[in-house]
C-alpha cells in the first residue's frame, strides 16, 4: 500500500561573528521517481531572504539561498509531501547466468559507461597498509554478494553519532570501527567497487518510528549496479535492502556530491549548524 510522507528538514546557522553576504545550496528536496510522486513543497527562514530552486550536476533539485543582508543566527525550514509506492526489493530478473554477469563488469565498455562510480574517491579511499577486508564469492551471483557484503559492513562498524563527522576518512573509520550512516555508506562503496561493482552514495529520508539506525537526520545508503537488474538499494547502517522506508533524494560519487547544505559565508569567527529531520506518514487508500 503506498504511503503519504510527511518531511520537515530544519536547519539553524549561527556565526559568532555577523555575517554581511551569505550564498548556500540545499540539496533536500525528494527526487522524483517510479517510486516517488512528488506533491507540494514549502520553504522559509527567519530572515526571508531570497531563493530560487535549480539544478545540479547530476540532474537533482536543489534550493539556492543568497543573503545580502547583515545577520549573526538563521534558521531555515523546508516541508515536502509525497506519495511513495510500495516497494519489493526483490522484484527484480535474477541473472539467468552468472559468468555472463561476472564477464560484463570485468569488460572495457563497461568499465568506461560506469567510470564515476567505479573510482576511488577521498572518502571511499582504503589505503593499501590494510588488509583485504572482503572479497566477493565468484560462485554466487553478485546480488547474492552484495547482500553479503551489505551485512559484512554492519557488523563492521558499530553505530554511533558521536564517533565521527562530515570530514572523517574511511580510513579512520577503519581503526576505530565506528560511525553513521554516512560512513556505513562509504565502506559498503568502497568495497563493491574494490570488487569491480559500480555503487554510489544516496541522501534521503528514512521512514522514522521503525527502530531504523540514522532516522532522526537525513539517511545515507548505498545502490549498486548489478548486470541485467540495475541499480539496487543496499543499507548497510540496517542490513536491508532500500525500499518504502527509504525517501530518495540524490545520489552521487560519495558524500561530497550529496551534502543537505554547503554555503559561502562572508564572515569570520566560528559558526555552528544544528539540523533536524522529522517524517511522518500515512496509508493512502
Known sequence: MPLEYFITYKAENTYEEPVHEAYWQFLVIPEENESQQFIGIDFNSSINPKFEFSINGYGFKTIRVHMKQKFEQIAFEARFRLIKKE?????????????????????????????????????????????????????????????????????????????????????????????????????????????????????????????????????AWAEAYIPYAGWIGFDPTNDILAATNHIKVAHGKDYSDCSPLKGVVYTSGKNQTVHSVQVNSQDQQ
Not at 574511511?170 to 565502506?187: A, M, P, R, S, Y
Open 87 to 219: 516497494i519489493n526489493p526483490f522484484d527484480f530478473t535474477p541473472e539467468a547466468d552468472k559468468s555472463k554477469s561476472i564477464e560484463k563488469i570485468q569488460g572495457l565498455n563497461f568499465k568506461v559507461d560506469y567510470e564515476a562510480f567505479l573510482k576511488t574517491t577521498p572518502y571511499t579511499y582504503i589505503p593499501y597498509t590494510k588488509n583485504i577486508l572482503f572479497e566477493f564469492d565468484w560462485g554466487n551471483s553478485i546480488f547474492d554478494n552484495l547482500i553479503a557484503l551489505n551485512s559484512y559492513t554492519y557488523r563492521y562498524i558499530q553505530f554511533n553519532t558521536k564517533a565521527t563527522d562530515v570530514h572523517t576518512t574511511l580510513n579512520e573509520v577503519l581503526d576505530i570501527h565506528q560511525g553513521v550512516c554516512q560512513d556505513f555508506t562509504h565502506l559498503f562503496c568502497a568495497l563493491a567497487r574494490t570488487n569491480g561493482i559500480p555503487a554510489r552514495y544516496v541522501s534521503g529520508y528514512l521512514h522514522q518510528g521503525n527502530g531504523y539506525f540514522g532516522d532522526l537526520q537525513m539517511h
